[in-house]
């Protein structure tokens, strides 16, 4: 990991908080509103953006343009710009689109910050809900409407016992669906829909799992150090780093980790 001075890391906090000040506002003032439209990013399916993920984006870049203008960004919106500290910053200003259109509270705004190892810090923030997860840079808490408190997952428990999220029930590719859907009758319960507030919750020790796959770099990384700072793991499902995309296992803990790893692997 990078080294990083005690001025270092409160400017690197601080600019965080910054980013996701500003992206609840330019994401609130489009949420549940009435004509908001979404055009789809690809020809094949419906992966739409709306004029909040674009602005949310434009904002938060603009925030590091003043204060970090040596950091690298990637943004899932608009691209990658090189840096030159070893820093990298990884947006995704609506996390959940599809949910976002719906109405439902459970997107979020993805803050990270990387060196060449991987995420050192992460913001998961849900705006509606007034919410917000931090990890990494020896912070583990989350504010919101019940005030602040200190993130910390499940302990270990057997896997007949545990609750299980994705997004999507088809899960990847139909070997990857096939893989979790061997996983699904293990557990105790399966939820479906959650985007990115399901890392939130495996953090705040409400959940055990988090099984995806065909996931981006800017999906994962805010995740990963706000689970990680709590004490859980995330993986690919085969066990190695996750953060450049794809696969993903978050787990609260490593022996529920080990046993969901095992059962995904065992077709």
């Known amino acids: ?15 965080a908080a910054e980013l996701a000040d500003v992206a609840r506002v330019a994401t609130l003032g489009h949420f549940r509103s009435a004509g908001l439209l979404a055009e789809s990013k690809t020809d094949g399916g419906f992966d739409p953006v709306t004029v909040a993920d674009r602005l949310a984006e434009d904002l938060m870049r603009g925030v590091l343009a003043r204060r970090r203008p040596r950091d690298g960004v990637l943004g899932e919106e608009r691209g990658t710009i090189e840096g030159t500290s070893g820093l990298t910053w990884v947006l995704d200003p609506i996390d959940g689109t599809r949910g976002y259109l719906s109405g439902t509270p459970t997107w979020g705004v993805l ?5 060449q190892t991987g995420p050192i810090y992460g913001i998961i923030d849900q705006p509606f809900i007034g919410e917000r997860f931090e990890g990494g840079l020896g912070r583990a808490e989350v504010t919101g409407p019940m005030g602040r408190f200190d993130l910390r997952c499940r302990p270990a428990r057997a896997l007949g016992d545990s609750i299980l999220f994705t997004t999507f029930p088809e899960v990847g590719t139909p070997e990857e669906g096939a893989a979790f859907r061997r996983l699904v009758p293990r557990v105790r319960l399966t939820r479906y829909g959650m985007d990115c507030y399901a890392y939130a919750l495996i953090a705040a020790g409400q959940i055990d799992l988090v099984v995806e796959a065909g996931l981006q770099t800017y999906d994962l990384m805010a995740p990963i150090a706000v689970i990680e700072a709590a004490g859980g793991i995330v993986t690919d499902w085969q066990g190695g780093p996750a953060h450049d995309g794809g696969q993903v296992l978050a787990a609260a803990n490593r022996e529920i980790h080990a046993a969901a790893l095992q059962v995904l692997n065992a077709g």
């Open 1 to 15: 990991m990078t080294d990083l001075t005690d001025a270092e890391t409160a400017d690197i906090i601080a600019t």
């Open 111 to 115: 803050i990270a910050v990387a060196d």
